[in-house]
């Protein structure tokens, strides 16, 4: 079967076009209880971003604390409870931040509308009832969330996304002034985590003419990004890695990803580890897989001084890394992708934990 995806259905790009904000979303003020939900990362409250949201009276601001963990099943449902208990269904959901806040108000869109825990919904096509508006705001860009049809959620049991077409943002907003203030070991950590997206995406039986001409332009300007003569943190690179997040995510929606999601789920699941610098771990020991990206990714690293830790497994348990490995094993789609569909005649848990033990 052919993926049929669902793309965003608005995209607004360019410097200060954070400022349309108000007017995108003011014909939406109309649906259900006539109210908006702001969810916004906690480093911009008191900053000069949160004197500009564009709020009515009736409005309500979620300030979001993502450090150090990812969004859980736990969060959301809380969240839910207490939106629809304080003042019924909202007309649309907006979350302004990174990647963990741009996956909360996907979920939270959803789950106004669905019943129960997030943890029953977390996999493909599982919800039931269609979300409500909501709004990609993203002020870190790297990611793919803004565009991705999923959202990622750690659960009691396994990370793993809520995963359909109602996921994906109507609107994005795609402002390169909110990136500016990124720290510097951030922006090279998710601006990896778009160029590992591509060199996934490519490497695996899922590729293909689609997948690939966006993945060929979001490398290209990675490596104007991180390797060109004008390298490094400006305004100029910050533009474009905001397309360059936009079509990572791109390429990995209609192909996959691959060996490094997958380990960097057992890293995040078990210890708590940040998405996109967890990427960063395991891809700079998975050159036997992608060897030319690996080597790729290691010049980034030397050119911009990034330090990444070595030799973190001799401080794991045994149990912490099989329970890593079995996190990582049950993402069948993944491995399904890298190695085919066969991978499990070629892939043990034992090998998983080796991969594991090299970090």
């Known amino acids: 079967m052919h993926k049929n995806f669902k793309g965003i259905e608005k995209t607004v790009f360019g410097r200060g076009s954070f400022n349309q904000l108000g007017d995108i979303i003011a014909p939406h003020r109309r649906d259900h209880n006539r109210y908006m939900v702001f969810i916004v990362d906690n480093y911009f409250k008191g900053k000069e971003l949160e004197s500009r949201l564009p709020l009515q009276p009736e409005d309500t601001v979620y300030f979001i604390d993502v450090d150090p963990h990812e969004p859980t ?3 959301i449902d809380t969240l839910r409870d207490e939106i629809l208990a304080s003042k019924g269904l909202p007309s649309g959901i907006i979350g302004i931040g990174g990647g963990a806040i741009m996956d909360i108000a996907k979920c939270v869109s959803l789950m106004v509308t669905n019943e129960g825990s997030s943890t029953l919904y977390q996999g493909l096509d599982l919800i039931k009832v269609p979300g ?5 705001v993203p002020t870190i860009s790297g990611t793919g969330a803004e565009v991705s049809m999923t959202a990622v959620l750690t659960g009691p049991e396994k990370k793993l996304g809520l995963k359909c077409e109602w996921t ?3 609107q994005v907003i795609l402002d390169p002034d909110l990136i500016a203030t990124v720290p510097r070991d951030w922006w090279f950590y ?8 591509c060199i996934e995406s490519e490497n695996g039986q899922f590729n293909n003419a689609y997948s ?3 993945a060929e332009q979001s490398m290209k300007l990675c490596r104007e990004i991180y390797l060109g003569e004008k390298s490094g943190q400006t305004a100029e690179n910050d533009d474009k890695l905001m397309v360059a997040s936009l079509m990572g995510g791109l390429s990995l929606t209609y192909s996959e990803v691959g060996i490094c999601h997958a ?6 699941k078990i210890l708590g580890m940040r998405h996109c610098y967890s990427n960063c771990i395991a891809f700079n020991h998975l050159a036997d897989y992608y060897p030319e990206g690996v080597a790729e990714f290691k010049e980034m690293v030397a050119k911009h001084n ?3 830790p070595q030799r973190l497994a001799k401080d794991w348990t045994d149990e912490q890394i099989n329970a890593m490995a079995h996190v990582s094993y049950k993402l069948d789609h993944m491995w399904n992708h890298a190695i085919g569909y066969d991978w499990k005649e070629k892939v043990t848990i034992e090998d998983i934990e080796a991969i594991f033990r090299r970090l």
């Open 263 to 268: 380990i960097s789920y057992g890293l995040s």
């Open 212 to 214: 690939h001409a966006y």
């Open 132 to 136: 409500i508006y909501h709004v990609g």
């Open 168 to 170: 994906v943002f109507n």
């Open 73 to 75: 099943t736990e969060q």
């Open 306 to 308: 990034i330090t990444l």
């Open 190 to 197: 998710v601006g990896m985590d778009t160029y590992i997206h």
